[in-house]
């Protein structure tokens, strides 16, 4: 009997440890900066008030989730198609939407990701991202993508902090009368960006996992 709840107990807590990963989306794949191409086309002005990136992070004991907005950005078009575009994230817009029934976690967390641990707000108050490629893609069986219903496969120059790196992830893009809407979800690892902080699994229940997982919900207006 002492096994079997043994066993029991084991396996919820094993449970419990799956449920606090990074949720399952494909991860971003990174390299070095990569030239930026001057763009031509159309442009874009981006929707601020409709546009947004979402964040979930993970830890052993749970998980918060969180979004950015964006401050400007411009989407060009070329033959009928995205070409490029260049995106400015407020990062002092940074806020917690998981605990807004506890406004003293809910501040304690965001003051810390803004804070020198991680995000460093007051330095470094912008993130940009720059596309430097973009090509069409037909996800299915055998690609490994995640993202069934993605469009294309962006690539682009992310920095934050003053450090640059260039990554590239699955979109999904709709082109209406009146919009250009792009979505992605993926994965990225916050380290590459000089955010070590705890990030070392001998840490236990104070770790914090290194892989971020973002939502973008991109809108342009024609």
């Keep these: 009997m002492h096994i079997r709840y043994l066993l029991m107990a084991l396996l919820f807590g094993l449970l419990m440890s799956a449920c606090q990963e990074a949720p399952k989306a494909d991860a971003a ?29 993970t830890k052993p004991t749970g998980k918060h989730h969180g979004r950015f907005k964006l401050s400007s950005g411009t989407v060009y078009l070329s033959k009928d198609t995205v070409s490029g575009g260049h995106f400015v994230i407020n990062m002092k817009s940074l806020e917690n939407i998981d605990l807004l029934s506890d ?24 993130a940009i991202f720059d596309i430097t490629g973009i090509a069409r ?52 690892d916050r380290s590459l960006w000089g955010m070590n902080y705890r990030i070392d699994k001998s840490m236990q229940d104070k770790l914090i996992n290194a892989t971020v997982n973002i939502s973008l919900h991109i809108v342009a207006n024609r």
Aim: proline share 4%; net charge negative; hydrophobic share 40%.
């Design 103 to 126: 406004t003293a976690m809910k501040n304690k967390l965001e003051s810390e990701l803004k804070g020198t641990q991680f995000l460093e707000v007051d330095k470094f108050p912008e």
């Design 137 to 188: 893609c037909h996800p299915g069986n055998g690609d490994g993508l995640i993202m069934k219903d993605a469009t294309h496969m962006v690539q682009g120059n992310l920095t934050i902090r003053q450090i640059t790196k260039n990554i590239s992830f699955p979109v999904k893009i709709d082109f209406t009368a009146k919009h250009v809407i792009t979505d992605a979800n993926f994965n990225i």
């Design 29 to 57: 794949s990174v390299t070095t900066a990569q030239a930026v191409v001057p763009m031509e086309g159309e442009h874009l002005s981006l929707d601020t008030a409709h546009s947004e990136i979402e964040w979930i992070g």
